[in-house]
T-cell receptor, first 116, second 115 residues
Framework: NAGVTQTPKFQVLKTGQSMTLQCAQD?????MYWYRQDPGMGLRLIYY???????DKGEVPNGYNVSRLNKREFSLRLESAAPSQTSVYFC???????????????FGPGTRLLVL | KQEVTQIPAALSVPEGENLVLNCSFT??????LQWFRQDPGKGLTSLLL?????REQTSGRLNASLDKSSGRSTLYIAASQPGDSATYLC??????????????FGSGTQLTVLP
């Protein structure tokens, strides 16, 4: 039972380079999310996908793009990395966008990104 | 815009002590509140989820309460153990566009339980 998986686990980039963070879930969830976690600031939502074929901006979308490739996979792309994007990135999924009040999100292990 | 605050930012207690972690939020229009645990270098694990209509939830030594009208939640940990050492995050759930569930997180309380 893999749950939510993320690749890579760690990445170092130079300013201006691009990369894609991959996320996959095997729980047949409809909704997927990308967060970043910075020291002292908790987790902030970057983008989310309520269901396959839809994506929406979260609190901090600037500098990122996403693709909901299929129901299982949701990728996050940095087109031109900046030092301010140094962070830990978490992917999460939940059963359904129109779920009940007891719905929770399941998180992946995170990707640590350092932009020099 | 929802804002979630957790106090204290860090807490160190001796083993066996009962403790309370606090969480406050500014917008009471929430559909649930969750407490997560995060171990160093790891992802988040959901501990307790309280629906907006509920007052508390219990799981083992953990008890979470919710007072939506005052914008507060507490996580009570009984008889703390060194294995409880972790960062505890509070997150409130709201409905965003497209009916997606959006979580707003606090910055966490880093708990250390000393043997």
């Amino acid at each position: 039972n893999a749950g939510v998986t993320q690749t890579p686990k760690f990445q170092v980039l130079k300013t201006g380079q691009s990369m894609t963070l991959q996320c996959a879930q095997d729980m047949n969830h409809n909704s997927m999310y990308w967060y970043r976690q910075d020291p002292g600031m908790g987790l902030r939502l970057i983008y989310y996908s309520a269901s396959e074929g839809t994506t929406d901006k979260g609190e901090v979308p600037n500098g990122y793009n996403v693709s909901r490739l299929n129901k299982r996979e949701f990728s996050l792309r940095l087109e031109s990395a900046a030092p301010s994007q140094t962070s830990v990135y978490f992917c999460a999924s939940s059963k359904t966008a129109a779920g009940g009040l007891s719905e929770t999100q399941y998180f992946g292990p995170g990707t640590r990104l350092l932009v020099l | 815009k929802q804002e979630v605050t957790q106090i204290p930012a860090a807490l160190s207690v001796p083993e066996g002590e009962n403790l309370v972690l606090n969480c406050s939020f500014t917008d009471s229009a929430i559909y649930n509140l969750q407490w997560f645990r995060q171990d160093p270098g790891k992802g988040l694990t959901s501990l307790l989820l309280i629906q907006s209509s509920q007052r508390e939830q219990t799981s083992g030594r953990l008890n979470a309460s919710l007072d939506k009208s005052s914008g507060r939640s507490t996580l009570y940990i009984a008889a703390s153990q060194p294995g409880d050492s972790a960062t505890y995050l509070c997150a409130v759930g709201q409905i965003s566009s497209g009916s997606a569930r959006q979580l707003t997180f606090g910055s966490g309380t880093q708990l250390t339980v000393l043997p």
